[in-house]
């Protein structure tokens, strides 16, 4: 068991949260019961997750994707209100990280989809070094990334690209990051992949001579919430619960 406040001040320093310019606040986002023996992870905080977590008796549920992003209407209505609902009548605690879940070394995003692939990273690109540069020892052409993908994160990815053509540099950034892709060609990648596709992406990939992947905005940041999730297990002797809530974007 353990504190909510000790929980949330340990995350802080853990996922280095100061140093991120996020889209949203990164901790404790709502307040739930006071000490926390069960957490269930997961990346989004959807009704559907809200509902399953209070099924499993938890007291926390931690997330990649929360609450109150910049820019969105503050009004509590509609969807705002029937998660907040579901929360606060099973006095469950949120707690969110985004950006600092995506870059984190060990138990980030970029870095537990190396792990998962078998990819060895060697540097960074992009703001705030969120994109990972790196190699697929394993995967010689894009055939071959393309089925190992597939395999692994259980999606069949979107090549833009020649099949039969070797990965080469490879470059990385989970979840909505296709806007990188210039980013990860001037850092001299041959091979990007991300989890989203956008109308531009394919015209820069095939102007400007690099492969691109999209492997499912989902699929891909699946693994740091679990990852995170296991740490405090083994810190702290709470019980950990991953859910999957699908989603084909």
Not at 24 to 42: C, S
Not at 95 to 124: E, T
Not at 146 to 174: H, N
Not at 190 to 209: D, L, Q
Request: glycine fraction near 10%; hydrophobic fraction near 45%.
């Amino acid at each position: 068991m353990i504190n909510r406040e000790q929980l949330a001040a340990y995350l802080r320093d853990f996922l280095r949260t100061d140093a991120f310019e996020d889209y949203g606040p990164n901790g404790l986002q709502v307040e739930g019961r006071a000490h926390i023996r069960r957490i269930v992870t997961g990346v989004t905080a959807s009704h559907a997750l809200i509902e399953r977590a209070a099924g499993q008796g938890a007291d926390a549920i931690l997330v990649h994707h929360g609450w109150f992003w910049r820019g969105e209407d503050p009004c509590v209505v509609g969807q705002k209100r029937k998660r907040l609902a579901a929360l606060m009548a099973a006095e469950l605690n949120l707690f969110a990280y985004h950006l600092p879940l995506d870059a984190h070394p060990l138990v980030g995003n970029n870095a537990r989809m190396a792990a998962r692939m078998g990819w060895q990273a060697d540097g960074r690109f992009g703001k705030q070094d969120l994109g990972w540069l790196g190699s697929a020892p394993a995967q010689e052409t894009l055939a071959d990334l393309a089925a190992e993908l597939a395999c692994k994160l259980e999606r069949v990815p979107v090549l833009v690209g020649d099949s039969a053509a070797r990965v080469g540099r490879l470059a990385w950034c989970t979840g909505a990051a296709q806007g990188w892709i210039e980013q990860a060609h001037a850092a001299g990648a041959n091979t990007y992949i991300s989890g989203e596709i956008s109308e531009p992406t394919a015209h820069f990939a095939r102007e400007m001579g690099i492969a691109y992947l999209a492997c499912g905005h989902h699929a891909t940041e699946r693994y740091g919430v679990q990852a995170l999730g296991a740490h405090l297990e083994r810190s702290f002797g709470i019980e950990h619960v991953f859910i999957d809530i699908d989603n084909p974007a």
